[in-house]
């Protein structure tokens, strides 16, 4: 192959992996108009009083942890007699029924029956035993916690805010509990600020929706009821979110609104938590891409249809990128003069620079000292990156068929 054909080549990947390459510059456009975007004028109160909050706490086995979460809930700012706690049981064998009879504001709702395949079954089973306990009504917003969570005081006020003024789901701002424990929730503790300021926090600054995490979120007493929960692939939280986007809901967004979350320690643990959430991706998008892309009798804005489906393709996207990249790159390398490599070697060290700069704030805005994070963990965070492309790359073609629950060993989640 000569030097004409070589560039010919190089040139013409260069313009293949542009087209998935559309989907980064989205986010990248989001993410920088909402970041500088002045804050939205703050909406009056549509509903006066606070909200009765329902929490609903799922636990498979928690004796470890659940502990903490109650405490919290207890030292919360919000009134106490707004809030009452469903603590949902799911085939446990320990003494998490134990703990949560000890605290007066706990009721207990035990699940032996059906399948351990995640909380979007528990969630399903329980809600209309809650419903049916709350007979009149009186709980008028409901609150998903995990059981190794723990809430920052003003967690619930902060919540009940943005629900009082019209917005239906709302997303706490979930960041990694034990931030410092091991060199794997170092890489989880940059991951989630970055993740709630550049996906979560910008989207709200811009109107448009962002999605549920899983934990520390919250919905409308009506909404939920008459919607209920009805998911069915592993990442319930994404689902759920855009189930409601197609019905013309948004998921806010609230930064101020702070719950601390147990994060893997384990290399294992993370491989196996990334490929469960890559899955749940794929079979999210299986599911709706097609509603989203040519059902127009939906009631979404197009902006906001466009948003969603990209952030599903973005997984996809970004490994094909990547693969024609580095052949790309090894083209260029071994088959070209230096010179032709120079190019792709300092927009590589820019976009690394650039990185690390944004990943340095987002710490320091979200009061991550990086003293205690260390100079390591944030220099190979782009290897936490990578290793979350690898699972999307396996699980695409050899998807998780199983939900396996995480063993939470935390003695205290919070700062």
């Given amino acids: ?20 390459m559309i989907v980064m510059a989205w986010i990248g456009v989001i993410a920088f108009w909402g970041l500088v975007k002045n804050r939205r004028p703050k909406a009056v109160y549509i509903k006066q009083e606070q909200n009765n909050f329902g929490i609903i706490v799922c636990a498979h086995n928690e004796e470890a942890s659940i502990a903490h979460l109650f405490d919290s809930i207890k030292a919360s700012d919000y009134p106490h007699e707004k809030i009452h706690v469903f603590l949902v049981a ?67 006020e902060k919540i009940d805010d943005k629900l009082r003024r019209g917005n239906r789901i709302v997303q706490g701002n979930r960041l990694g509990g034990q931030p410092y424990r091991s060199f794997v929730t170092k890489w989880y503790t940059l991951y989630w600020a970055c993740y709630s300021m550049f996906f979560s926090y910008a989207r709200e600054k811009v109107g ?33 979110s855009l189930d409601n986007v197609l019905r013309g809901q948004r998921v806010a967004f609230c930064i101020k609104a702070v719950c601390y979350d147990e994060q893997p320690h384990q290399v294992g643990v993370m491989f196996h938590q990334l490929a469960r959430w890559c899955t749940g991706g794929y079979q999210v998008l299986k599911k709706n891409f097609k509603s989203l892309a040519f059902d127009y009798s939906k009631p979404v804005r197009k902006m906001q249809r466009v948003d969603a489906i990209m952030l599903l393709l973005m997984g996809p ?3 094909i990128s990547a693969i024609i990249s580095y052949i790309n790159s090894a083209i260029i390398f071994f088959k070209l003069p230096l010179l032709y490599f120079l190019p792709a070697t300092g927009f590589t060290t820019l976009s690394l620079i650039f990185m690390y700069v944004a990943v340095f704030m987002t710490a320091k805005y979200n009061h991550l000292p990086m003293r205690k994070i260390g100079l390591l ?21 050899f998807p998780t068929r199983k939900w396996t629950k995480i063993q939470h060993e935390s003695l205290d989640t919070s700062q």
């Fill in 377 to 397: 963990p944030l220099l190979t965070f782009p290897l936490f990156l990578f290793v979350y492309m690898l699972c999307s790359i396996k699980t695409c073609f």
């Fill in 208 to 240: 448009l929706s962002a999605f549920l995490t899983g934990t520390g979120f919250a919905v409308d007493g009506d909404l939920l009821r008459q919607e209920g929960w009805h998911t069915s692939t592993i990442t319930e939280d994404v689902e759920f």
């Fill in 90 to 156: 799911d085939h446990c064998t320990d003494r998490t029924t134990d703990i949560g009879r000890s605290y007066p504001f706990v009721t207990i709702l035990e699940r032996n029956e059906g399948p351990q395949d995640g909380k979007g079954s528990v969630l399903k089973w329980a809600l209309p035993r809650i419903f049916a306990m709350d007979k009149e009504n009186k709980l008028t917003a409901f609150a998903v916690f995990d059981a190794d969570n723990v809430l920052k005081p003003d967690f619930l």
């Fill in 317 to 319: 996207c970004s490994w």
């Fill in 1 to 20: 192959m000569d030097l004409m054909q070589t560039l010919d080549l190089t040139n013409f990947l260069l313009v293949l992996q542009m087209i998935p």
